[in-house]
Each structure stands twice: as C-alpha cells, then as structure tokens.
C-alpha cells in the first residue's frame, strides 16, 4: 500500500459506503428512539470525549439539525460547574469515572431525554460510566463506536462492561483497530477514520428523525445557517421552545 492522500481516500470512500449502506435495522431502531423523544418534548443529549465530540457537535446545534439537542463536554465542569480550568489539564481525566456524575448532574437533562454517546474504543471510564447513568436513570441510548477497536482491547471501567455492551442501539463506525488506515513502514499507521464516519451516521439518523416527524404531520424543529437571511431569527424562535433545556457554546 502506498501512502498518499488518495490512499486515503480511497478507505474513506469504502468506508463511507459501508457505514453508510448497511446497519438498516439499527439505524432505524435508533431513529425511532430518537423520534419518540423529539415528539415528547424531549432534548437528545449528546457525548463523547477528545475526538468524538465531533459526534456530539454534529448533533446539537447545527444547521439543518434538529434543535432539541444538548452538547455534553468534559469542559462544562468548567463552564457551569466552576471547576478551575487546571481540572482539565490531566489528559487522563476521561479514563475515571467520577466526572461522568459530575457532567449529568451539570447539564439540563429531563426524564424524557435520550442519549447519543460516541467513543471509538467504547472502553474509556468516563463514557461507561456516563452510559450505565443514563440507563440507571431510565434513558434510551444509542452508541457510536468501533466494533473492531472495542472488540480488540480491554475495558477500563471498573465494572468490566464497554460502552458497546450498555446501549440499547449500537452503530458501528466502522472504523479499523487502532482507527488510522494507512500502515507506515515502521509500524503504527496515519489517515484516521473514526470522526467522518461517525459524522455520517450522525446525520443519516438525524434525517431520518425529521423524515419520521413529517410522516407523523409534525413539522420539524430544524435549525437553518445563522449565516442565512432571516436564519439567526428563525433558530431564536424555536430555540425559545426549549429555554433552560439546550445550551449553546462555543
């Protein structure tokens, strides 16, 4: 295998073709778990920690996203939870797991929210204890991980249990042991695939959701671009439907 930008793209666009296609069954159970909630009057909360926020800035607060969603981030300890900054400096901080309570107990969740979390590795204390809270306290969750990765290495969460295992929906993102594709000469490997393909079944599911609400004579609570004609109005106005429930930072 030669190493080049085309190399790359290459395994993306099997990757995304695969992703994409199949998982029909899951796909569908997540969207409906999330339809549910969105008819409810309820907020899809969003997780993940290092490169999988990406998944939860690809839910919550985008344009042509759905509005009822809320970004979860290990820095809210910080930003609502007044931690010092300094509480965020170990790297290692989303091995543990007290943080995972701190976070639920920070952000503005209701009974009839329902969880997205994402993690590669699925194996991380703070994102298993994250979903074995949302299970305790009685909310669907779908998950977003590696099916290849979690497979291929140990938990660290005390309980012996992977993120993998908790969900009531999971996807695989198909990305390969160790996420990059491209092996390099002297072992290890580059071109990471993780975020694109948990990126595009963040939205498959979230077109899915409003494909649902039409179905049902609902009119969807999409965002449009601030960066649009009369889009900051329009997002304001819906956003204010959901005052206290949904955060947005940058």
């Known amino acids: 295998m030669t190493l080049t930008g085309s190399d790359f793209l290459e395994q993306v666009r099997a990757a995304v073709d695969r992703v994409g ?9 997540a969207a409906e778990l999330l339809t549910t909630t969105v008819r409810n009057g309820g907020v899809i909360q969003a997780f993940g920690c290092g ?3 990406a998944l939860a800035m690809e839910i919550a607060g985008r344009a042509g996203g759905l509005v009822p969603t809320n970004r979860i981030a290990l820095r809210d300890i910080v930003l609502y939870g007044g931690d010092p900054l300094e509480a965020l400096a170990d790297p290692m901080v989303e091995r543990g797991t007290e943080i995972a309570h701190r976070l639920y107990d920070l952000a503005p969740i209701k009974p009839d929210d329902a969880f997205v979390i994402a993690s590669n590795s699925g194996i991380n204390g703070a994102v298993v204890e994250m979903a074995l809270l949302v299970k305790e306290r009685g909310h669907p969750l779908v998950a977003i ?4 990765h ?4 140990a938990t660290r969460h005390p309980s012996g249990r992977k993120l993998g295992e908790i969900a009531d929906v999971v996807l695989d993102n198909g990305a390969p042991y160790g996420d990059a594709t491209l092996p390099l000469p002297g072992g290890g490997a580059v071109g990471a695939l993780s ?8 939205q498959q599911i979230v077109t899915e959701v409003v494909a649902n609400l039409l179905a049902a004579g609902i009119t969807p609570p999409v965002y ?3 960066n649009v ?5 329009h997002n304001a106005e819906l956003e204010a439907r959901y005052a206290g429930r949904i ?3 940058a």
Do not use: Y
């Open 224 to 226: 449009l671009s601030d």
């Open 145 to 148: 991980t590696s099916a290849e």
């Open 229 to 233: 004609p009369g889009g900051k109005e």
């Open 51 to 53: 490169h999988s926020e």
């Open 195 to 202: 975020s694109i393909t948990a990126a595009l079944l963040a």
């Open 21 to 29: 296609t199949g998982q029909a069954d899951e796909k569908r159970r």
């Open 150 to 153: 979690s497979a291929g290495v």
């Open 247 to 249: 955060r947005r930072t």
